[in-house]
């Protein structure tokens, strides 16, 4: 079964940091980008970062630039978000999500098809 | 960046139809996704590249873009369609995804 999951959420402190873990099974990890998309409490999704197959290129949503980083281990089928200098609008559950196509070059214009079932983020003190 | 506009309601009743839009400025010329998110659940794909859909979506739903609005629209409305939809494209002059608000669609 084609299955992501998301961890290491929690409580945290304005100015904290945190890294959360995405276990991907299923399906051969190495060949697709790999997105963290957010959503804060009562409101709409967000999409935070995206990463390539081989984590040669990343990009981020200027609200974390500088402060979230995006990576991955393909021999370990797992993305992560390390997130430093978290800010309260930071509260949300964050979602990894897979690109549909695989070994896309480009960033491009994909959707994402697979979803995990998201970890809770509060930023609080 | 790029803005998409949805509207933040839709209502309909059972077995009618329901147009959901998703406004930007030359929209026609992106792919567009949309996604069901049902409450406490993960976002589910239902249409991507404007119109096609993934295997076990229903036929019921369909979808198009043209101009400056790109149109989810669910046939045979069902109480089970009861969700938040989201469009979403890629905006190219920055490499990054973006999301609608979000329409509630809420079946009476």
């Known amino acids: 079964e084609v299955q992501l999951v998301e961890s290491g959420g929690g409580l945290v402190q304005p100015g904290g940091s945190l890294r959360l873990s995405c276990a991907a099974s299923g399906f051969t990890f190495s060949s697709y980008w790999m997105s963290w998309v957010r959503q804060a409490p009562g409101k709409g999704l967000e999409w935070v970062a995206n990463?390539?197959?081989?984590?040669?290129?990343?990009y981020y949503v200027d609200s974390v630039k500088g402060r979230f980083t995006i990576s991955r281990d393909n021999a370990k089928n797992s993305l992560y978000l390390q997130m430093n200098s978290l800010r309260a609008e930071d509260t949300a559950v964050y979602y990894c999500?897979?690109?549909?196509?695989?070994?896309?070059?480009?960033?491009?214009?994909?959707?994402?098809?697979?979803w995990g079932q998201g970890t809770m983020v509060t930023v609080s003190s | 960046s790029y803005v998409l506009t949805q509207p933040p309601s839709v209502s309909v009743a059972p077995g009618k139809t329901a147009r959901i839009t998703c406004g930007g400025n030359?929209?026609?010329?992106?792919?567009v996704h949309w996604y069901q998110q049902k409450p406490g659940q993960a976002p589910v794909l239902v249409i991507y590249y404007d119109s096609d859909r993934p295997s076990g979506i229903p036929e019921r739903f369909s979808g198009s873009n043209s101009g400056n609005t790109a149109t989810l629209t669910i046939s045979r409305v069902e109480a089970g369609d009861e969700a938040d939809y989201y469009c979403q494209v890629w905006d190219s002059s920055s490499d990054i995804r973006v999301f609608g608000g979000g329409t509630k669609l809420t079946v009476l």
């Open positions: 990463i390539k197959q081989d984590g040669s290129e990343k």
């Open positions: 999500a897979r690109d549909r196509t695989p070994q896309r070059d480009r960033p491009g214009d994909d959707a994402f098809d697979i």
């Open positions: 030359n929209i026609g010329s992106k792919s």
